[in-house]
């Protein structure tokens, strides 16, 4: 497990997940505005499906990466560090996170399952979620074929146009699938997955779910809270330096309180 220390936050940590950038359902410009927007932010954290689908390696990348990633660098640029949590629409991201793909990709941090944070006197959990309903038979057995290096090397070697045509069809194939275990919250699944992580931890962010709740259980000390997502809610966790937590909407081009 990997864990970042920030002993003595001066600005403010962001948690954005669930995104799923495209030009139409979740404009990708509106979401570049509001990583410009951030208030004095110290640390970002992404917890997956950034894009709608995400070919990572640069040679697939199209305008709307681009501008998407040029938006992180500008963070990069006002060192602001940048945690990414691999989500379920990220593909053939670095298994090894070393200098020649720091060169491309505007992340301080990469997480390929969960990770801890050190924020001043908090201690905090951090996942994708898409691991954590163990019934979901179907979608982990796909998981693992395309976490696989032979999937890896399979779409590497493609040439960049029908990657992307292969990829699209991926991904709507699976947004049809499944349905039942994406309309349905699965309750003990969570409530398992949190008497597993909330002993050792103040809060457990999770992704994944597109909802906001607050989960706390008897006899536990620490909290899991589902982040809203970007994709429908356009939603944004501020965490202060003394680890208050703001739930913030980004509505015409400006962020709000509360959703109107």
Not at 25 to 52: H, I, R, S, W
Not at 120 to 145: A, C, E, F, P, S
């Amino acid at each position: 497990m990997t864990e970042f220390v920030v002993s003595h936050p001066q600005k403010n940590l962001y948690l954005v997940t669930d995104s799923h950038l495209d030009r139409e359902e979740a404009p990708f410009y509106e979401f570049v505005a509001m990583l410009n927007q951030l208030e004095n932010p110290q640390t970002v954290v992404c917890l997956g499906d950034l894009f709608k689908v995400w070919l990572a390696p640069p040679k697939f990348w199209g305008t709307i990466h681009h501008e998407v990633m040029g938006a992180f660098e500008a963070l990069r640029r006002r060192q602001v560090e940048i945690i990414f949590v691999i989500g379920n629409r990220e593909v053939i991201l670095p298994r090894k996170w070393n200098d020649f793909w720091k060169q491309w990709f505007p992340f301080t941090h990469l997480v390929h399952e969960d990770c801890r944070l050190i924020w001043g006197g908090q201690r905090y959990g951090m996942v994708h979620g898409d691991t954590i309903n163990r019934q979901d038979l179907n979608y982990l057995r796909w998981r693992k074929i395309a976490r696989s290096l032979i999937f890896e090397w399979i779409f590497r070697s493609m040439p960049v146009p029908l990657a992307r045509r292969i990829a699209h069809r991926l991904e709507s194939s699976l947004a049809q699938s499944n349905q039942s275990f994406k309309i349905a919250f699965p309750e003990n699944e969570i409530d398992r997955f949190a008497r597993s992580v909330l002993q050792d931890v103040d809060w457990y962010f999770v992704g994944h779910f597109h909802q906001d709740r607050e989960i706390q259980l008897s006899g536990v000390r620490g909290k899991m809270r589902i982040v809203p997502d970007w994709l429908s809610q356009r939603a944004v966790l501020k965490i202060s330096p003394a680890g208050e937590i703001e739930t913030l909407y980004f509505q015409n081009g400006e962020f709000v309180q509360e959703k109107k």
